[in-house]
């Protein structure tokens, strides 16, 4: 997590915390109208089309209200949960568990469990089990939350590599690869043509993030992985350094586009849009931007190439937005209904037919395109932080991602990095235990 984000989390769960405990709780007059706010800009018509669908379904009007960017609008959830102004439905952008157990601990968010499991479990069982997860607290959680669901995914999303058809024939290669071996020798093939292999927003240390824990997950599992974050395992530890050195091989291999820890993660979907490179990590959400800049791309969409080949390519994977429901709505109830008939079948349907989103309705999945159905093939083997029963220490992470980086542009090395970092988590720790 980058600074910027890590005073986000702190002012989101210091402002939560002082208005739960200053109990300035003042409720809402009824209302006729349901109150959702949200910041996805390229969702407001189709939002207002339902809202007037429903409205002839059900008689009670739903008022979709938009707030962008997406710093802004979490700067305007945190001044509405602090002067407890928040309305009947809202989304909390912030990834940590931590801030949303904040909301739910000052009596902001509703447990929805109940309504997910009533009629044997109809609304939980029809929509993807991982995006679920990512609201959901289990027992024993280290944020001491009752467990239970507690928000409602709208889509769903996982990062998987990319490849370019053309580019691909262009350079011989028949078949994609599906192990690392492979890979590289792909690599060798494209080079050989004079094409770039591959390219990401590595400028953006979140994808970084998420491509090497990937291959952390392959080569270790996630166990060996969680117990890293507890500090039971060095970053030190052999398994680490091969994670590591996935980078420094795809280096001195020249998979790399050329300043690929410079380029934001638009700069990339370019690249890749363009035919600047061959393979690309990114995620569901690329199909659109890949469609907007270039309708006629000829693409694929895989797993990232494994390294052990005993162990699942898991990739991130879960709900890309979510909304919870305000437990001190006087419309609580009617919120709940309107959330439930968001992620029905037919207005799934009717949002990918608008803006291309995954559904999270297992149901709706049908008639999509082969790449975005290729994401949600994912879905079932994915992993993501959101629902990791322990998270590293962001200064700790930092630390890790920067060093690849380093590695990248030959600055340092794998062993290097990792006795670093390593250093870093045991100062953390000593930290922590004062």
């Known amino acids: 997590m980058c600074p910027d984000r890590i005073k986000i989390s702190l002012l989101i769960i210091c402002g939560i915390f ?3 405990v200053l109990g300035c709780s003042q409720p809402k007059k009824p209302s006729g109208q349901i109150e959702v706010w949200h910041w996805m800009t390229d969702r407001q018509d189709a939002f207002e089309a339902l809202a007037r669908k429903y409205e002839a379904e059900t008689g009670i009007k739903v ?26 439905v809202y989304g909390i952008l912030e990834e940590k568990k931590p801030v949303l157990a904040s909301f739910i601990k000052a009596g902001f968010v509703a447990d929805l469990t109940e309504e997910f499991r009533a009629d044997n479990g109809a609304w939980e069982t029809g929509l ?29 999303g996982s990062e998987q590599m990319l490849y370019n058809r053309a580019l691909l024939k262009k350079a011989g290669i028949t078949k994609v690869p599906v192990t690392f071996a492979e890979w590289l020798a792909a690599v060798d ?14 400028g ?5 993030d998420c491509f090497t824990s990937n291959y952390a997950f ?29 980078v420094r091989i795809l280096r001195d291999k020249g998979a790399f586009i050329d300043g690929i820890v410079t380029k934001g993660n638009k700069v990339a979907e370019q690249d890749f849009a363009l035919e600047r490179a061959a393979f690309a990590f990114n995620g569901a959400w690329s199909v659109n931007v890949y469609r907007s800049m270039n309708p006629g791309l ?10 052990n080949p005993l162990s699942p390519m898991v990739s991130w994977g879960g709900a890309e937005s979510s909304f919870v429901i305000n437990n001190a709505s006087v419309n609580k109830g009617k919120a709940v209904a309107f959330v439930k008939w968001l992620t029905a079948r037919e207005q799934q349907v009717f949002l990918f037919m608008k803006v291309n989103s995954l559904p999270v309705n297992r149901d709706a999945m049908a008639d999509i395109p082969k790449n975005l159905a290729d994401f ?47 250093k870093i988590k045991d100062r953390q720790m000593q930290k922590a235990k004062h």
Request: with cysteine; glycine share 8%.
């Open 189 to 202: 093939a494209l080079r050989r043509v004079g094409i770039a292999p591959f390219v990401s927003g590595f």
């Open 376 to 422: 949600a093939k994912a879905m079932e083997s994915s992993t993501h932080p959101k629902i990791w029963p322990v998270s590293e220490d962001p200064v700790v992470s930092e630390a890790f991602l920067k060093g690849i980086q380093s590695i990248i542009i030959g600055e340092s090395t794998p062993s290097a990095v990792a006795a670093e970092v390593q």
């Open 63 to 88: 008022k979709f209200d938009l707030f962008a960017p997406s710093d802004a609008y979490t700067q305007k959830i945190i001044a509405a949960a602090q002067a407890d102004v928040l309305p009947d």
């Open 204 to 208: 953006e240390l979140w994808m970084i």
């Open 218 to 246: 392959n080569i270790m599992g996630e166990q060996k992985v969680f117990a890293t974050f507890r500090g039971d395992v060095k970053y030190t530890d052999p398994d680490w350094i091969r994670v590591l050195e996935v």
């Open 128 to 156: 993807f089990a991982k995006a679920v997860d990512v609201n959901r607290f289990v027992a024993g959680n280290i944020n001491g939350i009752r467990p239970g669901i507690y928000g409602v995914p709208l889509d769903i």
């Open 298 to 307: 000829d693409y694929g969409v895989a797993p990232l190439p494994a390294l």
């Open 18 to 20: 002082c208005s739960g």
